[in-house]
């Protein structure tokens, strides 16, 4: 800043000089005003105070005609040459923007290199507390979601002395770059090489895109794609936590400060660093690598609460890995970690729509039920579950609303009495939504003052109502499902439910009444069936 201030110095006497005629005229209009000043002294010295304001006031010509105006037809070149006034180099300063003439970053380096050898404390305490100060040109600007038209390229040697210069729009990225980063990151907490590992993690999460995109990088070589892919989700929640540590209140509470200048720094970087998860998120099908994105996208929640919209779409993504049956059960759980962990997190509004997310998924996945999916319904049901307990108020409200539209849908497949209305109700879908609500329950409704517990006569009735809407016996292994989770309820909230008459409407059946059939078939398997062939009646 010193050295910018006497550069400033400097151009602002040239520009005098040039303005009033070379040096000579300055010098001869010094001389003639020095008797004039001399003589105006004397005058004032011999005033007295109403002698003074009797007198008018003249206005100095100089300051009247103050600075030329630029013509409109100057050129470009002697646009940049540094004609811009005093009052916006100021601003300029103030504001942390330096012009590329004046903040030459091998100067810069030359004196970050004079100070370590001179006073290596001092030096060492930077490196420590602002590591930014020590940063040649930290640039954030091409961090932007948008990939507007680029900025122009900064003259050969700015930057970092180890990148090439770009060329055309993007270029090569080479496995001793990342690994510069990498090291950069681990021992120095850089923010420049975190900036550009992030850059560069963009044009990794987009690589197998369809639409072409322009980037600053290029990758091909697969060994530098999962180089970087494991540096920049390793190491870029280290050095946004080393940079900006998270906050721990009294009670317990994470938070992050969002009003300091290290925050407004780290926001672009942070905002592109959670598009890229989220678009890998939709595109990973690589278990491992999936379960590392998740795993490194905890440490960074902290800093998402205040960005709603990307905490919607992370949400989105992460309920959808732990909702598809192909994903390994490691994977999931890892997945389930992080709804958990901003549903704790979180001000009520996150813990809706992490709570709607949740139960969408769970809905979605669920409608086709095997063996070999059985499991996983099972754990998003029980995980799930959990999440409707961290915060009961708001998990009353999102509950009362799904049983509700459970019963909506009872109501219309009983008005409209069709052929085809009773699917609405008799799928697997429905009856996942029935049993889930009753876990959720009897997990969190056990205690007489809990929030959620006014929810268990509605959940009750549109479970009775739901099993006796065909008494048929096609539809006898739906019946014992939901009297599983009547008794589930039941046995959990000590609630007195009656299901004698369900059970008795099955034993008196015209079904059960006659006599049974010889049959090879294997045992019907009632937690895989809602629904009995025709081959196993009368069996």
Same mark, same amino acid.
């Given at each position: 800043?010193?050295?910018?201030?006497?550069?400033?110095?400097?151009?602002?006497?040239?520009?005098?000089?040039?303005?009033?005629?070379?040096?000579?005229?300055?010098?001869?209009?010094?001389?003639?005003?020095?008797?004039?000043?001399?003589?105006?002294?004397?005058?004032?010295?011999?005033?007295?105070?109403?002698?003074?304001?009797?007198?008018?006031?003249? *206005?100095?010509?100089?300051?009247?005609? #103050?600075?030329?105006?630029?013509?409109?037809?100057?050129?470009? /070149?002697?646009?940049?040459? #540094?004609?811009?006034?005093?009052?916006?180099?100021?601003?300029?300063?103030?504001?942390?923007?330096?012009?590329?003439?004046?903040?030459?970053?091998?100067?810069?380096?030359?004196?970050?290199?004079?100070? /370590?050898?001179?006073?290596?404390?001092?030096?060492?305490?930077?490196?420590?507390?602002?590591?930014?100060?020590?940063?040649?040109?930290?640039?954030?600007?091409?961090?932007?979601?948008?990939?507007?038209?680029?900025?122009?390229?900064?003259?050969?040697?700015?930057?970092?002395? #180890?990148?090439?210069?770009?060329?055309?729009?993007?270029?090569?990225?080479?496995?001793?770059?990342?690994?510069?980063?990498?090291?950069?990151?681990?021992?120095?907490?850089?923010?420049?090489?975190?900036?550009?590992?992030?850059?560069?993690?963009?044009?990794? /999460?987009?690589?197998?895109?369809?639409?072409?995109?322009?980037?600053?990088?290029?990758?091909?070589?697969?060994?530098?794609?999962?180089?970087?892919?494991?540096?920049?989700?390793?190491?870029?929640?280290?050095?946004?936590?080393?940079?900006?540590?998270?906050?721990?209140?009294?009670?317990?509470?994470?938070?992050?400060?969002?009003?300091?200048?290290?925050?407004?720094?780290?926001?672009?970087?942070?905002?592109?660093?959670?598009?890229?998860?989220?678009?890998?998120?939709?595109?990973?099908?690589?278990p491992s690598t999936l379960r590392l994105t998740l795993t490194s996208t905890l440490p960074l929640l902290p800093y998402l609460l205040s960005f709603k919209k990307i905490v919607r779409d992370l949400s989105r993504a992460v309920t959808t890995v732990w909702s598809t049956p192909s994903t390994p059960e490691a994977t999931r759980i890892a997945a389930f970690l992080i709804m958990r962990r901003l549903t704790v997190l979180g001000d009520p509004g996150i813990r809706e729509n992490v709570l709607k997310a949740t139960y969408t998924a769970l809905v979605k996945s669920s409608r086709a039920t095997t063996v070999h999916t059985l499991a996983g319904v099972n754990l998003m049901k029980n995980s799930g579950a959990e999440l409707?307990?961290?915060?009961?108020?708001?998990?009353?409200?999102?509950?009362?609303?799904? *049983?509700?539209?459970?019963?909506?849908?009872?109501?219309?497949? *009983?008005?409209?009495?069709?052929?085809?209305?009773?699917?609405?109700?008799?799928?697997?879908?429905?009856?996942?939504?029935?049993?889930?609500?009753?876990?959720?329950?009897?997990?969190?409704?056990?205690?007489?003052?809990?929030?959620?517990?006014?929810?268990?006569?509605?959940?009750?009735?549109?479970?009775?109502?739901?099993?006796?809407? *065909?008494?048929?016996?096609?539809?006898?292994?739906?019946?014992?499902?939901?009297?599983?989770?009547?008794?589930?309820?039941?046995?959990?909230?000590?609630?007195?439910?009656?299901?004698?008459?369900?059970?008795?409407?099955?034993?008196?059946?015209?079904?059960?009444?006659?006599?049974?059939?010889?049959?090879?078939?294997?045992?019907?398997?009632?937690?895989?069936?809602?629904?009995?062939?025709?081959?196993?009646?009368?069996?």
């Amino acid at each position: 800043k010193q050295k910018q201030k006497q550069q400033l110095k400097a151009k602002k006497a040239a520009r005098r000089v040039e303005e009033n005629g070379g040096a000579a005229a300055v010098e001869a209009a010094t001389e003639s005003a020095k008797p004039k000043t001399n003589r105006d002294a004397h005058a004032f010295q011999s005033m007295s105070v109403d002698d003074f304001f009797q007198g008018g006031f003249e *206005i100095p010509e100089a300051q009247a005609n #103050g600075k030329k105006k630029r013509k409109r037809d100057e050129k470009p /070149a002697e646009e940049a040459s #540094g004609s811009e006034s005093a009052e916006e180099l100021q601003a300029d300063l103030d504001s942390g923007s330096d012009s590329e003439d004046d903040n030459d970053p091998e100067e810069h380096m030359r004196q970050l290199e004079a100070l /370590a050898e001179n006073d290596p404390d001092f030096h060492k305490y930077l490196q420590d507390n602002e590591p930014e100060l020590l940063d040649a040109d930290l640039d954030i600007g091409d961090l932007s979601d948008d990939d507007g038209p680029k900025r122009k390229k900064r003259k050969a040697g700015d930057g970092d002395s #180890g990148d090439e210069e770009l060329e055309g729009d993007s270029k090569e990225l080479k496995m001793a770059v990342v690994k510069k980063w990498a090291d950069a990151m681990t021992e120095q907490h850089s923010l420049r090489a975190m900036k550009e590992t992030v850059l560069a993690f963009r044009v990794a /999460a987009h690589v197998s895109d369809d639409e072409e995109k322009d980037f600053k990088y290029s990758i091909s070589d697969p060994n530098v794609y999962h180089q970087l892919l494991t540096i920049a989700l390793k190491h870029v929640p280290e050095v946004m936590q080393f940079h900006l540590p998270v906050q721990e209140s009294k009670s317990g509470k994470l938070h992050v400060s969002t009003e300091g200048k290290k925050f407004k720094t780290l926001a672009p970087i942070l905002r592109s660093q959670m598009a890229s998860i989220t678009h890998l998120l939709d595109n990973l099908t690589d278990p491992s690598t999936l379960r590392l994105t998740l795993t490194s996208t905890l440490p960074l929640l902290p800093y998402l609460l205040s960005f709603k919209k990307i905490v919607r779409d992370l949400s989105r993504a992460v309920t959808t890995v732990w909702s598809t049956p192909s994903t390994p059960e490691a994977t999931r759980i890892a997945a389930f970690l992080i709804m958990r962990r901003l549903t704790v997190l979180g001000d009520p509004g996150i813990r809706e729509n992490v709570l709607k997310a949740t139960y969408t998924a769970l809905v979605k996945s669920s409608r086709a039920t095997t063996v070999h999916t059985l499991a996983g319904v099972n754990l998003m049901k029980n995980s799930g579950a959990e999440l409707w307990g961290l915060d009961p108020s708001v998990g009353y409200t999102t509950a009362f609303t799904f *049983i509700r539209q459970l019963a909506i849908h009872l109501r219309t497949s *009983i008005t409209h009495n069709a052929n085809e209305a009773y699917k609405q109700v008799y799928n697997w879908q429905y009856t996942h939504s029935l049993d889930f609500w009753s876990r959720v329950l009897a997990a969190h409704a056990s205690a007489q003052d809990s929030p959620l517990r006014p929810l268990i006569y509605p959940l009750v009735q549109v479970t009775l109502g739901a099993l006796r809407l *065909i008494p048929t016996a096609t539809y006898f292994p739906l019946r014992f499902a939901l009297i599983r989770a009547l008794l589930r309820i039941s046995n959990a909230t000590q609630t007195y439910i009656p299901l004698a008459a369900a059970l008795h409407e099955v034993l008196s059946s015209a079904e059960m009444r006659k006599a049974p059939k010889t049959s090879t078939l294997k045992p019907l398997d009632f937690t895989t069936s809602i629904r009995a062939p025709k081959a196993y009646r009368r069996t």
